[in-house]
């Protein structure tokens, strides 16, 4: 006995007409300037210039979101779509014009003859949108200009939605990079209880822009074993005919629904929140599916020359093929006379907030809601004097965060993301209130384990972590990402996209503002005690200054009263990236509570109680940005004041890394008269930095005082200790010392030479100490701030 189709004939019919009306709209977003409906033969003008563009993709993903509009329908769904495979914007496009949403947001482009025309002649042209997903795009949530996130996003955004499935479509080239391949992992992750499901459509169209894909050549079984062996239960859609495939796909879409909501329901009224083995369909299709056959004698559909612009326009008689090809979709079928879709295709389409182009969770501004912040100020740390105490940074703040998740909890809006660092990172106390989430077998030694948690760091990769906490914010949540300081460079690339997609949206009045993206930086590369070189990389913060100066901040508080400060200021925050550089060890804690917030939100200032130019012009500016550069530069001012107490030193830290830039450059940016009353505009600047020391310069070039001189890293690292990573680039006490003494020659003279000589034998003592014991000289582990009179 045959098992009865998915669809009737009615319903069948209808949805190959959808179809074929998005294949319509896409292919003419490629190649058309004007005549939309075709009422006239194609002439030259009615075609773009410069034609560019993907086509390979995007009948797939047009058929997939047509079937994912049924389901819609059909299980009443909230329901969101990621497209994964880059380009092929023009396929989400057409559909939320057809659904009407983009006609909503964009009144331009209007339900008719005109709204096509300026549908198609906007689509990657200048002034116009992307050829790919984008912030643009109503209903996306993944910035479609590099493969590989869009499984990570979907995850993000279902965690702590237990109602809300996200469909993500990956495509086969996407699937051969590294974070899309880890996130297929995501789902050891996901509790059925609380969270909602994510439904992964895997799209083999067989190639990439030249070469075939891996999953498409592997045979069947392999796939399956493949997919099975990482936790999901596959279901193949395979051919070539439309009919056919639509009852396939149709019949497909009704199981993995099925399963979600059998999956979820069994969970939610058990309790059983044990790891289930969740659906996904793998869909394979031709490449450029239902396009040209052949071009110029050459196989194009079901081919790589299918990938971009399948027609060439170069020759004009190009023109007949591509005139052929667009009425082979029957758009006269389609459209009314005046460029409507028909009563009938419009039905289709889900109403209101189930459109997946005006899901709110796509907009995730729209659920943002605050957090509720216990009082920062309450977990400062008591400072008698500047110096007077030690503490270590990130500990105080894991009693912050800790408490954060606790008034948070019933919300479930917070997340912590780490890459298997957050205890490395001491962030421990925060474990006293939640879990990390592990959602697979556990052992009588594991801890902090649990199927619910608020800590996500049981997985070692920052690409998931990345991708998990952007999808989460997209969604209207808040969190943060901590990590090795080296190793936040893996994902390089993805803040660079996240920050891209921030600043478009900061140009879109639609676009709600959601929570800003929040980096801590700990395990930095001045005390790496049992790593070594690899583990010594500061340059995230060259790489995150150069992104929009309307998106990107950086914060390098030099105690935990600033780290405290800082953080609540960040993880309040809409619509930035905010990068935060932390100590984790013991240091010695500078300013009060009061201090610090003061400090924090000028983000730049003189400390007086280390300086001695009251009322004077200083000899001399040193100024420090980050812990290390701080603890040497107070040291370097021990030294002075011993040895050279009528020197007249000015000491100046910097927080708000982006205060030195210009303030025609960077809003935080300090103007050019607030620079030169810190600064001065003649006398010498010794500048500690954390990072590479050509970024003090980078931001600070326009500037009048250009006797400026910047110690940071340099690239000299190893195995070692703390001041012998110092010493090696330069930025210790000794070698400071050193420098000013160059910098004042006609008030140092002969007694500063006197001294380098005696510095120098320090430094040969440090490297022999260093050899024999392994540990710094006991008079740097013991040096103490006091009042400029430390042990020396």
């Known amino acids: 006995m045959s098992r009865k189709p998915a669809l009737t004939p009615s319903q069948l019919e209808k949805l190959d007409a959808y179809w074929r009306a998005s294949n319509y709209l896409s292919a003419c977003q490629l190649y058309l300037l004007d005549n939309p409906l075709l009422k006239e033969p194609l002439q030259p003008e009615h075609i773009k210039k410069k034609i560019v563009g993907h086509w390979g993709t ?17 299980y009443d769904l909230n329901m969101i779509y990621l497209s994964g495979p880059g380009h092929g914007g023009n396929a989400m496009v057409s559909h939320t014009y057809m659904e009407g949403t983009y006609s909503e947001v964009y009144p331009n482009i209007s339900q008719d003859l005109e709204g096509l025309q300026k549908l198609f002649k906007q689509f990657s042209f200048p002034g116009g949108i992307p050829s790919h997903v984008a912030p643009e795009t109503p209903g996306s949530i993944n910035e ?46 996901l509790n059925p209880v609380g969270d909602g499901a994510v439904l992964p459509i895997l799209h083999l169209n067989g190639f990439k822009i030249h070469n075939p894909t891996i999953f498409s050549r ?21 051919g070539d005919d439309p009919k056919d495939m639509h009852q396939k796909m149709a019949s497909a879409l009704d199981w993995a629904i099925r399963e979600i909501k059998r999956i979820q329901a069994n969970a939610r009224t058990t309790g059983d929140d044990s790891r289930p083995v969740w659906p996904m369909i793998i869909l394979r299709s031709p490449k450029g599916w239902t396009g040209p056959k052949e071009v110029d004698g050459n196989i194009t559909e079901g081919s790589f020359r299918a990938h971009q612009v399948p027609i060439d326009m170069s020759r004009p008689e190009h023109l007949g093929l591509l005139e052929q090809w667009l009425r082979s979709y029957r758009p006269e079928e389609l459209f009314t006379d005046d460029g409507k879709l028909l009563p009938e295709l419009q039905e289709l389409a889900p109403k209101g907030d189930r459109r997946m182009g005006a899901n709110p969770h796509a907009n995730g ?18 400072i008698p004097t500047p110096g007077g105490v030690e503490a270590q940074d990130m500990l105080v703040l894991g009693d912050f965060v800790r408490d954060v998740i606790k008034e948070n909890e019933s919300a479930k809006n917070f997340r912590v993301f780490g890459p298997d660092e957050s205890k490395s990172n001491r962030l421990t106390p925060m474990f006293e209130a939640t879990n990390r989430v592990w959602n697979l077998e556990t052992g009588p030694n594991d801890e902090y384990l649990g199927r619910s948690g608020r800590v996500m760091d049981s997985m070692l990769s920052e690409h998931m972590c990345e991708g998990w906490l952007e999808g989460y914010l997209l969604t209207g949540r ?20 996240h920050a891209k997609w921030l600043k478009t949206c900061n140009e879109l009045p ?20 049992h790593n070594g070189f ?30 405290l400060s800082c953080f609540n200021h960040c993880i309040s925050s809409r619509n930035y990236v905010n990068v935060m550089v932390t100590s984790k060890h013991p240091r010695p804690q500078w300013l009060t509570m009061e201090q610090a917030v003061k400090h924090c939100t000028q983000g730049i200032g003189i400390w007086q109680w280390a300086s001695n130019d009251q009322g004077t012009e200083p000899d001399i500016v040193l100024s420090c940005c980050g812990d ?34 210009s303030n025609t450059q960077h809003p935080h940016g300090l103007s050019d008269q607030q620079y030169d009353m810190l600064f001065t505009t003649d006398k010498p600047i010794l500048f500690t930095f954390h990072g590479y020391p050509s970024l003090i310069h980078e931001l600070t070039y326009r500037r009048k005082n250009k006797n400026l001189h910047v110690r940071g890293y340099i690239e000299e690292g190893t195995i070692t200790t703390p001041f012998d990573m110092r010493v090696l680039n330069n930025l210790d006490r000794y070698h400071l010392t050193q420098d000013i003494i160059n910098l004042l020659p006609e008030k140092l003279g002969t007694r500063g030479a006197f001294l380098i000589q005696q510095l120098e034998d320090k430094l040969v003592e440090h490297k022999q100490y260093i050899a024999e014991y392994g540990q710094d000289l006991p008079e740097i582990r013991d040096w103490k701030w006091n009042n400029g009179k430390g042990i020396f």
Not at 218 to 238: K, L, N, Q, T, Y
Not at 479 to 494: K, Q, T
């Open 628 to 661: 290390t550069p701080t603890l040497e530069t107070l040291a370097t001012v021990t030294i002075m004041r011993h040895y050279f107490p009528d020197i007249k030193i000015r000491v100046i830290n910097v927080v708000d890394l982006m205060r030195l830039q």
């Open 144 to 189: 479609g200009g590099e493969l590989g996130y869009s499984l990570a996003h979907a995850f993000g955004a279902v965690f702590d939605n237990p109602d809300l499935i996200a469909a993500c479509v990956v495509g086969d080239g996407e699937a051969e990079t590294g974070p899309l391949a880890t996130a297929w992992h995501s789902n050891k992750f």
């Open 478 to 497: 808040h969190g943060f990402f901590n990590s090795y300081e080296a190793f936040i460079r893996i994902v390089d690339s993805m803040f660079a996209q």
């Open 365 to 382: 501004g729209k659920l943002l809601r605050d957090l509720k912040l216990p009082d920062f100020r309450d977990y400062g740390i008591e």
């Open 510 to 529: 639609w676009r709600q503002d959601i929570a800003s993206l929040n980096y801590i930086l700990s395990s930095n590369v001045w005390q790496q005690d």
């Open 58 to 74: 995007v009948p797939g993903q047009n058929f997939v979101y047509t079937h994912l509009n049924r389901v819609i329908n059909k």
């Open 218 to 238: 592997i045979s069947r079984s392999e796939a399956e074993s493949f997919f099975r062996g990482c936790g999901w239960e596959p279901r193949f859609v395979e």
């Open 534 to 563: 690899t583990h010594q990389d500061p340059g995230f913060l060259d790489h995150v200054t150069n992104k929009k100066a309307d998106v990107v901040r950086i914060y390098l508080p030099p105690d935990a009263n600033c780290l």
